[in-house]
Protein backbone atom coordinates (compact mmCIF):
# COMPACT_ATOMS: atom_id res chain seq x y z
CA UNK A 1 0.00 0.00 0.00
CA UNK A 2 1.19 3.31 -1.02
CA UNK A 3 2.43 5.44 2.42
CA UNK A 4 -0.39 8.53 1.28
CA UNK A 5 -3.47 5.17 1.78
CA UNK A 6 -1.63 4.23 4.53
CA UNK A 7 -2.15 7.76 5.96
CA UNK A 8 -4.96 7.82 4.91
CA UNK A 9 -6.42 4.51 6.75
CA UNK A 10 -4.51 5.12 9.58
CA UNK A 11 -6.69 8.71 10.14
CA UNK A 12 -9.88 6.65 9.19
CA UNK A 13 -8.41 4.68 12.20
CA UNK A 14 -7.82 7.75 14.14
CA UNK A 15 -11.19 9.61 13.73
CA UNK A 16 -12.83 6.41 15.24
CA UNK A 17 -10.65 7.10 18.11
CA UNK A 18 -11.81 9.82 18.48
CA UNK A 19 -15.26 9.51 17.84
CA UNK A 20 -14.78 6.14 20.60
CA UNK A 21 -13.34 8.43 23.27
CA UNK A 22 -17.10 10.86 22.73
CA UNK A 23 -19.02 8.50 23.24
CA UNK A 24 -17.06 7.34 26.17
CA UNK A 25 -17.81 10.84 27.40
CA UNK A 26 -21.43 11.13 26.49
CA UNK A 27 -21.97 7.58 28.37
CA UNK A 28 -19.92 9.15 31.60
CA UNK A 29 -22.70 12.22 31.72
CA UNK A 30 -25.66 9.38 31.23
CA UNK A 31 -23.87 7.49 34.29
CA UNK A 32 -23.44 4.32 32.46
CA UNK A 33 -20.09 4.33 33.53
CA UNK A 34 -19.08 0.61 32.60
CA UNK A 35 -20.00 0.99 29.15
CA UNK A 36 -17.65 4.66 29.36
CA UNK A 37 -14.96 2.72 30.58
CA UNK A 38 -14.81 0.14 27.51
CA UNK A 39 -15.30 3.12 24.83
CA UNK A 40 -12.70 4.49 27.05
CA UNK A 41 -10.29 1.18 25.70
CA UNK A 42 -11.91 0.60 22.29
CA UNK A 43 -10.59 4.56 21.69
CA UNK A 44 -7.36 3.60 23.20
CA UNK A 45 -6.85 0.40 21.28
CA UNK A 46 -8.24 1.84 17.91
CA UNK A 47 -5.41 5.08 18.42
CA UNK A 48 -2.84 2.45 18.85
CA UNK A 49 -3.60 0.46 15.43
CA UNK A 50 -4.06 3.80 13.81
CA UNK A 51 0.04 3.72 14.70
CA UNK A 52 0.54 0.39 13.53
CA UNK A 53 -1.85 0.68 10.28
CA UNK A 54 0.63 3.85 9.19
CA UNK A 55 3.31 1.94 9.56
CA UNK A 56 2.73 -0.72 7.37
CA UNK A 57 1.98 -3.62 9.78
CA UNK A 58 -1.02 -5.37 10.73
CA UNK A 59 -2.77 -4.32 14.16
CA UNK A 60 -4.24 -7.89 15.89
CA UNK A 61 -6.15 -8.40 19.04
CA UNK A 62 -7.42 -5.97 21.62
CA UNK A 63 -4.61 -5.28 23.97
CA UNK A 64 -3.91 -1.72 24.18
CA UNK A 65 -0.29 -2.76 26.27
CA UNK A 66 0.47 -5.58 23.80
CA UNK A 67 0.07 -3.49 21.00
CA UNK A 68 2.02 -0.43 22.84
CA UNK A 69 5.00 -3.36 23.70
CA UNK A 70 5.49 -4.65 20.18
CA UNK A 71 5.65 -1.57 18.64
CA UNK A 72 8.51 -1.21 16.30
CA UNK A 73 11.42 0.42 18.14
CA UNK A 74 11.29 3.49 15.86
CA UNK A 75 8.22 4.37 17.35
CA UNK A 76 8.06 2.60 20.76
CA UNK A 77 10.03 5.78 22.90
CA UNK A 78 7.08 7.61 22.20
CA UNK A 79 4.28 5.40 23.63
CA UNK A 80 5.99 2.93 26.29
CA UNK A 81 5.20 5.50 29.07
CA UNK A 82 2.32 4.85 28.26
CA UNK A 83 2.58 1.07 29.59
CA UNK A 84 1.16 0.85 33.20
CA UNK A 85 -1.90 2.81 31.61
CA UNK A 86 -2.76 0.65 28.48
CA UNK A 87 -2.46 -2.32 31.40
CA UNK A 88 -5.58 -0.46 33.00
CA UNK A 89 -7.36 0.02 30.01
CA UNK A 90 -7.02 -3.81 29.10
CA UNK A 91 -8.63 -5.07 32.24
CA UNK A 92 -11.73 -3.08 31.36
CA UNK A 93 -12.69 -4.86 27.61
CA UNK A 94 -14.25 -8.14 29.12
CA UNK A 95 -15.48 -7.14 32.71
CA UNK A 96 -17.41 -4.10 31.52
CA UNK A 97 -19.63 -5.71 29.14
CA UNK A 98 -20.29 -9.13 30.51
CA UNK A 99 -22.46 -9.96 33.16
CA UNK A 100 -20.74 -13.24 34.07
CA UNK A 101 -17.57 -11.87 34.13
CA UNK A 102 -17.51 -10.45 37.82
CA UNK A 103 -19.11 -12.55 40.61
CA UNK A 104 -22.39 -11.47 42.00
CA UNK A 105 -22.16 -8.46 40.46
CA UNK A 106 -23.58 -6.90 36.51
CA UNK A 107 -21.18 -4.66 34.87
CA UNK A 108 -23.84 -1.69 35.90
CA UNK A 109 -23.30 -2.17 39.43
CA UNK A 110 -19.41 -2.87 39.68
CA UNK A 111 -18.11 0.25 37.85
CA UNK A 112 -17.94 3.87 39.16
CA UNK A 113 -17.50 7.30 38.25
CA UNK A 114 -13.97 8.05 39.18
CA UNK A 115 -13.34 4.53 37.37
CA UNK A 116 -14.85 6.10 34.25
CA UNK A 117 -13.09 9.56 34.65
CA UNK A 118 -9.76 7.92 34.90
CA UNK A 119 -10.41 5.52 31.86
CA UNK A 120 -11.60 8.42 29.98
CA UNK A 121 -8.15 10.41 30.93
CA UNK A 122 -6.04 7.67 30.03
CA UNK A 123 -7.63 7.26 26.45
CA UNK A 124 -6.87 11.25 26.30
CA UNK A 125 -3.47 10.96 26.74
CA UNK A 126 -3.23 8.14 24.29
CA UNK A 127 -5.24 9.97 21.94
CA UNK A 128 -2.64 13.36 22.16
CA UNK A 129 0.37 10.64 22.48
CA UNK A 130 -0.67 9.51 19.17
CA UNK A 131 -2.00 13.04 17.77
CA UNK A 132 2.24 14.06 19.00
CA UNK A 133 3.52 11.59 16.77
CA UNK A 134 1.33 11.70 13.73
CA UNK A 135 2.28 15.60 13.53
CA UNK A 136 6.25 14.91 13.29
Known amino acids: MSEEKLKQEAERWYRQAVDD ?6 LRLAKKYAQACFYAQQSAEKGVKAV ?3 LDLDPWGHSVARLVRE ?3 VVKPNFISL ?3 ALAL ?13 PDLTPA ?3 TQREAETAIQIAQTFL ?4 S ?4
Do not use: M, N
Open 52 to 54: WIQ
Open 90 to 102: DKLCIPTRYPDAL
Open 128 to 131: SAIQ
Open 21 to 26: LDAAEA
Open 83 to 85: LDD
Open 71 to 73: LPD
Open 109 to 111: EAY
Open 133 to 136: WRST
